[in-house]
Nanobody, 126 residues
């Protein structure tokens, strides 16, 4: 199992940017597709973005497409979520997750992910 730890959250004004990082332990990080999800107060957790194990494919929720970019550095065992043009509705706890199985493409369904981080808070003020 992969251990995950998110960082980079914080308070930012609308229109600003943040970059979230997710550091993974384990020598097989590079074999797993990774994903980002978020949960706003009173709402269910939702898919944000995902990247394939090789980094060659990314997918995004419609609500963040064109504003967020997911990338990975397998040499550093880290996946990133660059968030630009942030909106108040992006306020949420952001979680990274590792796919349940190795060598898959980008994924969007929660059951496809087997390891989760503790989350990092992102707050966007208007």
């Amino acid at each position: 199992q992969v251990q995950l730890a998110e960082s980079g959250g914080g308070l930012v004004q609308a229109g600003g940017s943040l970059r979230l990082s997710c550091a993974a332990s384990g020598r097989t990080f590079s074999s797993y597709a990774m994903g980002w999800f978020r949960q706003a107060p009173g709402k269910e957790r939702e898919f944000v973005a995902s990247i394939s194990w090789s980094g060659g494919r990314t997918i995004y929720a419609d609500s963040v497409k064109g504003r967020f970019t997911c990338s990975r550095d397998n040499a550093k065992n880290t996946v990133y979520l660059q968030m630009n043009s942030l909106k108040p509705e992006d306020t949420a706890v952001y979680f990274c997750a590792a796919a349940r199985y190795t060598l898959t493409s980008a994924l969007r369904a929660e059951p496809d992910f087997g390891s989760w981080g503790q989350g990092t808070q992102v707050t966007v003020s208007s």
